[in-house]
């Protein structure tokens, strides 16, 4: 069974410049979630999908961050601008119950 | 109050020695208890999983939670430079999973 997977691995751009990652989750999931993984820090949830709708965006940077899941399988998270705080991890996760998350390697952004 | 406190210090131990984490938690409404690993430039990885007080065997790994204390510990058993990696508690509860901070392990042959 293929994991989760995510694109790119690295980014690095500068302050003020937009990025989006890009996430296929395990098939058949239909919960996809997305967080964020400072240095030294655990994950901490973005937004959660079932299927294309939103579950729980509560702690989504909304002015900057968006995110969306079409047709309930892919998603794309996007910043823009991005400020020199937003480096970190941004893992993608997949369930088929809650409980189970199933991750992704991760994109490392570094905004300079 | 953090909903779970996870104390982030790297811990260095020699081959064969066990390897004694923990966490506590804050929140009674959170029902279910996990112990992610997490290696280098990797995601987490499920490691184990429990949703009762008391002890969770799985080969050299044990999970142990306590509800009334809301404790839960993760102990290995004859660790191996391959166990070098980061621990993370988690805990998952109204429909949310919140994680520690981790522990980075480090297993010197």
């Known amino acids: 069974e293929a994991g989760v997977a995510q694109s790119p691995r690295y980014k690095i751009i500068e302050k003020r410049q937009s990025v989006a990652f890009w996430c296929n989750p395990i098939s058949g999931h239909a919960t996809l979630y997305w967080y964020q993984q400072i240095l030294g820090q655990g994950p901490k949830l973005l937004i959660q999908?079932?299927?294309?709708?939103?579950?729980?965006d509560s702690q989504l940077p909304k002015d900057r961050f968006s995110a969306e899941r079409l047709k309930g399988v892919d998603s794309t998270l996007k910043i823009q601008p991005a400020k020199l705080e937003d480096s970190a991890v941004y893992l993608c996760a997949s369930s088929l119950t809650a409980d189970e998350q199933y991750f992704g390697p991760g994109t490392r952004l570094t905004v300079t | 109050q953090k909903e779970v406190e996870q104390d982030p210090g790297p811990l260095s131990v020699p081959e064969g020695a066990i390897v004694s984490l923990n966490c506590t938690y804050s929140?009674?409404?959170?029902?279910?208890f996990m112990w992610y690993r997490q290696y280098s430039r990797k995601g987490p990885e499920l490691l184990m999983y429990?949703?009762?007080?008391g002890n969770k065997e799985d080969g050299r790994f044990t999970a142990q939670v306590d509800k009334s204390s809301k404790y839960i510990s993760l102990f290995i058993r004859d660790s191996q430079p391959s166990d070098s990696a980061t621990y993370l508690c988690a805990v998952y509860g109204n429909n949310r999973l919140a994680f520690g901070k981790g522990n980075q392990v480090v297993v010197i042959p």
């Open positions: 929140n009674s409404a959170f029902q279910y």
């Open positions: 999908f079932q299927n294309n709708g939103v579950v729980d």
């Open positions: 429990t949703y009762s007080s």
